[in-house]
T-cell receptor, first 111, second 114 residues
Framework: RKEVEQDPGPFNVPEGATVAFNCTYSNSASQSFFWYRQDCRKEPKLLMSVYSSGNEDGRFTAQLNRASQYISLLIRDSKLSDSATYLC????????????FGTGTRLQVTL | EPEVTQTPSHQVTQMGQEVILRCVPISNHLYFYWYRQILGQKVEFLVSFYNNEISEKSEIFDDQFSVERPDGSNFTLKIRSTKLEDSAMYFCASAPPDNLDTQYFGPGTRLTVL
């Protein structure tokens, strides 16, 4: 089983749509969770951390279900500029330990 | 806003040659990392470095790889004898002392081994 599993997509949605991405992770000892965004041939950039209580940043909402080892990202009112690959990332126990990336879900927002 | 920088942006080399990829982490950061991403694949951890020592390394990081912080600003990744399968984007990252869970990535070096 992959450590971090995501639907690769692509998700093609019109501007203004709401889109949701899901991710599962296999290591129950994972401590920290993130969504990163990666544009084509660019570096990953932190979008948001994910907490058990759920967290929201503008149009983006992230949720974590530790019991199911499941992470989600919801994007409301999609913009053309949201087109990118969204990477689900987990970090295991230990200070500043390595990040483990999923393969990413590609989003294409169209007019 | 401070950024992680990497040079060169693109390196082309012949199989068997040595390459050194350079990174300048953000100045007050203490933890440094190298990751790689083969085209079309996921980002993979190579090595982490703290207090002038390797903290953690992956199976990929074999004897052909080494890291060094030769001075107070640079962090380098050396591949001693490159193979075709080393062709990838190599990302350097660093983490600040007050938020060790957040890693900031540089723009990457695209390594092409011919």
């Amino acid at each position: 089983r992959k450590e971090v599993e995501q639907d690769p997509g692509p998700f093609n949605v019109p501007e203004g749509a709401t889109v949701a991405f899901n991710c599962t992770y296999s290591n129950s000892a994972s401590q920290s969770f993130f969504w990163y965004r990666q544009d084509c041939r660019k570096e990953p950039k932190l979008l948001m951390s994910v907490y058990s209580s759920g967290n929201e940043d503008g149009r983006f909402t992230a949720q974590l279900n530790r019991a199911s080892q499941y992470i989600s990202l919801l994007i409301r009112d999609s913009k053309l500029s949201d087109s990118a690959t969204y990477l689900c990332v987990v970090q295991n126990t230990g200070t500043a330990s390595k990040l483990t990336f999923g393969t990413g879900t590609r989003l294409q927002v169209t007019l | 806003e401070p950024e992680v920088t990497q040079t060169p942006s693109h390196q082309v080399t012949q199989m068997g040659q040595e390459v050194i990829l350079r990174c300048v982490p953000i100045s007050n950061h203490l933890y440094f990392y190298w990751y790689r991403q083969i085209l079309g694949q996921k980002v993979e951890f190579l090595v982490s470095f703290y207090n002038n020592e390797i903290s953690e390394k992956s199976e990929i990081f074999d004897d052909q790889f080494s890291v060094e912080r030769p001075d107070g600003s640079n962090f380098t990744l050396k591949i001693r004898s490159t193979k075709l399968e080393d062709s990838a984007m190599y990302f350097c990252a660093s983490a600040p002392p007050d938020n060790l869970d957040t890693q900031y990535f540089g723009p990457g070096t695209r390594l092409t081994v011919l």
